[in-house]
């Protein structure tokens, strides 16, 4: 639904949607900074944009590596 044109105000925010780079999304932290024992990490708290999307690329590709390997053989195969 998302991809149809004028479905969404920004389509460029589609090209971050989960499998469209074929990755998972990083894990999404909101407020409270500590919950039920969990932390925000502190890279999310810095405030430093290049940090945090380094933070979250790699945290992307290891839960896909962790959870959906098959993705990432897909774009390996795709890629050559």
Do not use: H
């Not at 999404?28 to 405030?47: H, I, M, Q």
Request: charged fraction near 30%.
């Amino acid at each position: 639904m998302r991809l149809i044109p004028g479905a969404i105000t920004d389509e460029t925010s589609a090209l971050s949607d989960c499998f469209q780079d074929d990755l998972l999304s990083p894990p999404v932290y909101t407020r409270p900074a500590e919950f039920n024992g969990w932390k925000v990490p502190d890279v999310l708290l810095s405030g430093n944009p290049r940090l945090i999307q380094a933070w979250q690329d790699e945290q992307a590709l290891e839960r896909t590596k962790l959870l959906r390997p098959g993705l990432l053989e897909k774009g390996e195969k795709s890629s050559d």
